[in-house]
Antibody
């Protein structure tokens, strides 16, 4: 079955750029799914960051849109997240997930990576 | 933005008892509502989508109901492995989550 694995630096300096990659295994990133990034600050809830389709089409959370870029690399079967101008408020566990839809076009996230912790600190 | 509000924030329940969790949307999301379970140190796990359809492998003690703006997740008889945080999530133009309900042992 499809598995997702996040990777990237665990520590980023303030004002820098956070860069993460999500590797897709057991399936193709070119399937009829969108792929999302979600984050969770320590002790807090979940926040959707954005999503991408294998064609390169993207949608972003309006609150983060000015700082976020999500891209796809079909040759490597992975997608990536860049978040610029980070502050301590961007410290969180970052998850990647697969978006799916049921027969009635009700949408959900059915496969999640284990998450990777990113700390913003000097 | 559609705001999802969950209640209560914490629910104390004894094993074997029924748990009822609520989720309210600030505007109608039809039945585009999912529920997730998250245990400490783990990623969320999909429980319910389309407001009432159980995901693959989810036990029948989990059930979802509602449409429009009011939704409920019911766990009919709590097992030890069900103590966790539960999130509702909607998809309209984009995705938003509720703030979560923690189900703890009474």
């Amino acid at each position: 079955q499809v598995q997702l694995q996040e990777s990237g630096p665990g520590l980023v300096k303030p004002s820098g750029t956070l860069s993460l990659t999500c590797a897709v295994s057991g399936g193709s990133i070119s399937s009829s799914n969108w792929w999302s990034w979600i984050r969770q600050p320590p002790g807090k809830g979940l926040e959707w960051i954005g999503e991408i389709y294998h064609s390169g089409s993207t949608n972003y959370n309006p609150s983060l849109k000015s700082r976020v870029t999500i891209s796809v690399d079909k040759s490597k079967n992975q997608f990536s997240l860049k978040l610029s101008s980070v502050t301590a408020a961007d410290t969180a566990v970052y998850y990647c997930a697969r978006n799916s839809a049921g027969p009635d076009y009700y949408y959900y996230m059915d496969v999640w990576g284990k998450g990777t912790t990113v700390t913003v600190s000097s | 933005e559609i705001v999802m509000t969950q209640s209560p924030a914490t629910l104390s329940v004894s094993p074997g008892e029924r748990a009822t969790l609520s989720c309210r949307a600030s505007q109608s999301v039809s039945s585009n509502l999912a529920w997730y379970q998250q245990k400490p140190g783990q990623a969320p796990r999909l429980l319910i989508y389309g407001a009432s359809t159980r995901a693959t492998g989810i036990p029948a003690r989990f059930s979802g109901s509602g449409s429009g703006t009011e939704f409920t997740l019911t766990i009919s008889s709590l097992q030890s492995e069900d103590f966790a945080v539960y999130y509702c999530q909607q998809y309209n133009n984009w995705w938003t989550f509720g703030q979560g309900t923690k189900v703890e042992i009474k």
